[in-house]
Every structure is written in structure tokens, then in C-alpha cells.
């Protein structure tokens, strides 16, 4: 008797696939957000949101200049903080977080940015995918960024059936060894940002095309 593949056996099979392309693609993939503690990446993450890596790097040094560290950041004044931010958009919002959360990590974590999932999402201003990123990058501990670019990825390679953030990650957590969470979702994210666009994806140069069942690839 032939017994045929469950669905999860033959998305798992094909994404490791993928991951092996990926990674003779881009056998280091590197964050992309400039920073030098996990104080900064923190910071630098926060600010990225609806905003380009690029242009938080444009902002973080006169930021990581003014405030230093956590404790000094919790005592900044917002007009100042929003004025050196203000580029990387929904400035208001991001300075409300970023004050508020120098003032968590020095009060409740003595100025150190901690290192559990649990407590990280107590911080202003940080959800799943801010932790993942922090856990991930900082502190080597395997982890999914479930950012839109991998969302838009992991949904065209017929990864997940979802658009909530959490279930997708969960998806890929399934489908792959936690060993391998944190590099294939970095280079999942990167080949959403540099060719598997969301309004022209670069089909004709993707290197996981003939992995690829998403019913528009090649029509655009």
C-alpha cells in the first residue's frame, strides 16, 4: 500500500529546499539595521517600523549620541526625541515607545535589555516580531521574524495559508528544525526585500522559482 504525503510532509520537504538555495544564495545574511548592543537594535527596531533600514541608520547615530543608554533615553524630553526621529515617520508614537521603554528596561531590568520572549513583549513598543528580531540577533537564540516580507514570502511559497504574523510563525516553526529558525527567516526576509517585491517581484532572476506555487510568479 502506497501511503501519499501529508501536505505539512510535502511543505516541510520543499522548504527545505528552499533553504538550501537560500543559503548557497546568501550564505550570511546580515541584519541590516546598524547597531552595537542589543540596547541599540532594540532602539534601531522599534524605529523600523513602516520605515526603511536605511533610513533608520541615517537616524540612529545623533540618536546614540544624545541618549546612550536606556537610563538616559527614560529621562529625555519627547520634543527632542521626536525632532530625532522625526524622518523615520509616525515620529510621536515611536518616541512615546522609545522614552518608555529606556524607562522599563532601567527600572525593571537594571538597564539590560532582557533576554526571554516573556519579557521582552512587556516593553513599550515591542511585539512578537521586535522580540524575534532581539532573540534572534543579540542573543542567538533561535527565533522567526515574521516581518511583511517574509509574511508575502512564506503565503506566495505556499508556506503558510495565513496574514496574522503569529500564525505564520508558528507555521514555520513547525516545518523547520529550531536550529535553523533564525538564519532562513533572516534570508526568507531579505529575498521578500530584494526580489520577491510585493508590487514587482523579480521572477525571473528568483533563485526558488521552480519551488514556487504561487499562481501569479512570472506574470508581472
Not at 59 to 76: D, I
Request: charged share 25%.
Amino acid at each position: 500500500m502506497i501511503t501519499k504525503a501529508s501536505p505539512s510532509s510535502d511543505r516541510r520537504t520543499r522548504l527545505q529546499e528552499i533553504a538550501k538555495t537560500l543559503q548557497r544564495t546568501m550564505p550570511s545574511p546580515k541584519m541590516e539595521l546598524d547597531h552595537r548592543s542589543p540596547w541599540e537594535l532594540l532602539v534601531a527596531t522599534i524605529l523600523s517600523a513602516q520605515c526603511t533600514d536605511q533610513r533608520v541608520n541615517q537616524v540612529t547615530p545623533s540618536l546614540f549620541r544624545r541618549y546612550r543608554q536606556p537610563a538616559e533615553l527614560a529621562t529625555a524630553h519627547l520634543s527632542e526625541v521626536e525632532e530625532l526621529i522625526r524622518s523615520t515617520g509616525f515620529f510621536k508614537n515611536k518616541a512615546k515607545h522609545l522614552v518608555d521603554c529606556g524607562k522599563a528596561v532601567t527600572e525593571r531590568f537594571g538597564e539590560q535589555v532582557p533576554h526571554t520572549m516573556e519579557e521582552l513583549i512587556t516593553l513599550p513598543g515591542v511585539g512578537r516580531k521586535t522580540a524575534n528580531v532581539i532573540l534572534g540577533t543579540a542573543f542567538s537564540q533561535p527565533s522567526i521574524v515574521v516581518d511583511t516580507h517574509v509574511k508575502r514570502v512564506a503565503k506566495r511559497l505556499g508556506l503558510t495559508r495565513s496574514d496574522n504574523p503569529d500564525l505564520v510563525e508558528q507555521d514555520l516553526q513547525q516545518l523547520l528544525q529550531k536550529s535553523q529558525w533564525t538564519a532562513v527567516s533572516q534570508r526568507l526576509l531579505l529575498h521578500g526585500r530584494y526580489v520577491c517585491l510585493a508590487r514587482k517581484p523579480q521572477c525571473a532572476t528568483c533563485p526558488v522559482y521552480r519551488h514556487c506555487p504561487w499562481k501569479e510568479k512570472g506574470l508581472q
